[in-house]
């Protein structure tokens, strides 16, 4: 019986999958800009629960014009977060070959950079500007990577100087995947060589998991520096998560 219960809860993730591919091709070119956002954000929140992550938010006041940052420790961090507020997020190049997944980042507007190369990270750099004061709601991972539970990575700083540019703050969340004990749930560290698949079989294994998206204060850019910012963000996050910084956790320029 367990196991037929856990090839439906796949098939019912296929067809979820392709429900939102059909969405983007057929009804995105036609939607407005917040009607796509509300139907990026139910998308999210039942794919959340189609892998049984119940969302728990702790928010103070968010702002509404922000360039947003969290602690980063699964693919299903993006999901999460757009489950509050859908948001254009910058992301690796390699993850638009992702299958399936990736061409629906590609198609809700995430913004995809070739890390190291200059010319690259320049052009996103001054798209972000051009976003952030046209209103948009920006996101990134700032560790650049995920990072198992209890870990926050040096933060990169570059992209963080597109808030200084746009006067707009910068607004750190964290988010922690707890057990039905209240312990990290490590089922969902997508860390070292796990594709996609590993992940999401690893977690459909396992049992329900309560992901808390907790949001701090936001951290004006005004007469600031991107490494003041970037470090100002990490150690807010870290001491959110009760995880202290060792000296080797430097910030990371690019």
């Keep these: 019986m367990k196991k037929i219960l856990y090839y439906l809860r796949i098939a019912r993730i296929a067809a979820h999958l392709a429900y ?49 940052v969290s602690n980063h420790t699964s693919w299903l961090d993006i999901f999460v977060l757009n489950s509050l507020a859908p948001c254009r997020f910058v992301a690796k190049s390699d993850i638009r070959s992702w299958p399936l997944l990736g061409w629906l980042a590609a198609q809700t507007g995430t913004i995809f950079i070739a890390r190291g190369k200059n010319r690259d990270v320049h052009r996103v750099h001054q798209y972000l500007v051009d976003q952030l004061q046209a209103g948009e709601r920006i996101a990134f991972f700032p560790e650049g ?80 520096h991107r490494r003041e910012l970037a470090a100002a963000a990490r150690f807010a996050v870290a001491a959110a998560l009760n995880v202290e910084l060792d000296m080797q956790g430097e910030l990371k320029q690019g």
């Design 20 to 68: 939102g591919m059909l969405i983007c091709m057929a009804l995105f070119p036609y939607l407005s800009k917040q009607a796509r956002q509300h139907r990026i954000q139910r998308w999210s929140l039942k794919l959340l629960k189609l892998f049984r992550v119940r969302v728990n938010l702790d928010l103070a006041e968010v702002s509404a014009h922000s360039l947003i």
């Design 145 to 224: 990577t995920t990072a198992m539970q209890g870990q926050v990575l040096p933060f990169h700083a570059n992209l963080f100087e597109a808030a200084i540019q746009a006067a707009v703050p910068v607004q750190p969340f964290v988010i922690r995947y707890l057990n039905a004990e209240c312990e990290p749930h490590h089922a969902v560290d997508f860390i070292g060589e796990m594709t996609f698949a590993e992940s999401a079989v690893k977690i459909l294994q396992a049992g329900e998991v309560v992901v808390h998206l907790l949001s701090l204060d936001a951290i004006s850019t005004e007469n600031t």
